[in-house]
């Protein structure tokens, strides 16, 4: 039987990649697939926010779904 190590490399594991949040290199990179405006990033929610758009991206196992079927819409009533 084989254990993963700490220092292997992340693969499909949730471990601390996803617990960390998103690397701030990748959300300098990352634009709104339907507006290209920038995104912020929800550390409670776990999700990338296009307050232009009004959708929040879900992050899974710290992976951005940057897909707007899979978007939620914000309630603009809802403002932070």
């Not at 940057?66 to 978007?71: F, G, I, K, Q, Y």
Request: aromatic share 2%; hydrophobic share 40%.
């Amino acid at each position: 039987m084989t254990e993963t190590s700490p220092n292997q490399p992340a693969g499909r594991s949730a471990g601390p990649a996803a617990r960390a949040g998103v690397d701030p290199k990748l959300l300098e990179i990352l634009v709104c697939p339907l507006t290209k405006g920038p995104l912020r990033y929800d550390p409670e929610a776990q999700e990338l926010i296009s307050d232009q758009a009004r959708l929040a991206y879900p992050i899974r196992d710290g992976i951005p779904i940057m897909l707007v079927d899979e978007a939620r819409a914000i309630d603009p009533d809802a403002e932070r």
